[in-house]
């Protein structure tokens, strides 16, 4: 029993879930300027002086806006916890359940139906709780990036380099293995 429990622990590590994921992510980013505008959106692209946002909020605007990257103070983008909360749930429920078939085996049940009903509820609340813990013990949701340099083209070029991996287009680029 502790081999199956060993062996489906390492399969579970190299299985695609754990890997990158496979889709676009639209990352939600916080703009915020040197004249103090704020602006809510996702990053479409991002160029060598501008970064194009897509607006999503009360004052929407259907079309791209373009910010200067000279204009940028900061950027704080949100990034979900799905992944964390998924792998959290598989966890918790492999865990409660492995216990309780371990513990079934010393104190063994009057009936299989009671053994089988005592494993899928144990396995339920040990998946809910692993969710919950992965969610609140999960990866960072947000990530604030501000330029840095010590000139302004120094500047621009960093901010620019850490922002396009979070932009529409380069994941894109990135999954059709385009080059650029």
């Known amino acids: 029993m502790k081999w199956l429990f060993i062996f489906t622990a390492l399969l579970y590590r190299f299985t695609p879930l754990s890997g990158q994921p496979r889709s ?9 300027t040197t004249g103090g505008n704020h602006l809510r959106g996702t990053l479409n692209d991002v160029s060598n002086e501008y970064l194009y ?3 999503t909020g009360p004052r929407l605007s259907y079309r791209l806006q373009k910010i200067p990257l000279r204009a940028i103070r900061k950027v704080v983008i949100r990034f979900k916890r799905r992944a964390s909360t998924i792998e959290g749930a ?3 429920g492999g865990v409660l359940a492995f216990v309780t ?3 079934s085996q010393k104190n063994p049940f009057r009936s299989p139906i009671l053994f089988g009903i005592n494993l899928v509820a144990s396995t339920a609340v040990g998946a809910a709780g692993g969710a919950l813990l992965g969610s609140a ?17 120094q500047s621009v070029e960093q901010l620019r380099r850490q922002l396009e991996p979070f932009t529409y287009t380069y994941q894109s680029d990135v999954l059709n293995r385009i080059p650029r």
């Open 24 to 32: 676009i992510e639209n990352v939600r980013a916080h703009i915020i």
């Open 101 to 103: 078939v371990r513990s």
């Open 90 to 92: 598989i966890v918790g």
């Open 53 to 55: 946002v897509e607006p």
């Open 137 to 153: 013990i999960g990866p960072r949701t947000r990530k604030t990036i501000r330029p840095f340099g010590q000139t302004t083209e």
